[in-house]
């Protein structure tokens, strides 16, 4: 069985969501890998991760549209610490999640035709974010 795990930092130009598999893969070694897995954490509260369409970047400015028309800033909510953006990304990173299980398949992430990691960032003066990539199989 193989092991391996690596942290990296990420920023995203902005707020929006991003595709970031290329970082990801090249990052860390999983070539050796026949089957297995890849885990994917992001260790932030303000910023999510998903997979999703890899080609169209209409796909990328819908996904913030919807997701800014669902959370609003700047509703009344309680917890707003750190600006009108503070308590909507908090949920946004509950909505969308902050860990990834993708397949390794002969070396490979087991990824459809059309898919691709996102890194979604919903603050609007984003930070580093760091992700922690662990890979395992035989």
Do not use: C
């Amino acid at each position: 069985m193989i092991f391996r795990q690596k942290e990296v930092e990420i920023k995203a130009p902005k707020r929006g969501f991003f595709i970031v598999t290329d970082k990801i893969v090249s990052a860390i070694e999983f070539g050796d890998i026949k089957i297995g897995m890849m885990n994917i954490f992001l260790k932030h509260t303000s910023a999510s991760l998903t997979i999703n369409e890899n080609v169209s970047p209409d796909v990328r400015v819908d996904m913030e549209e919807i997701s800014d028309s669902l959370v609003p800033d700047g509703y009344d909510y309680n917890h707003s610490l750190e600006g009108p953006d503070d308590m909507p990304a908090h949920f946004k990173s509950s909505m969308f999640g902050v860990s990834l299980n993708i397949p390794i398949t002969n070396g490979r992430l087991n990824l459809g035709t059309w898919q691709g990691i996102y890194l979604n960032e919903h603050r609007n003066h984003p930070g580093l974010r760091k992700i922690v990539i662990t890979v395992w199989g035989v």
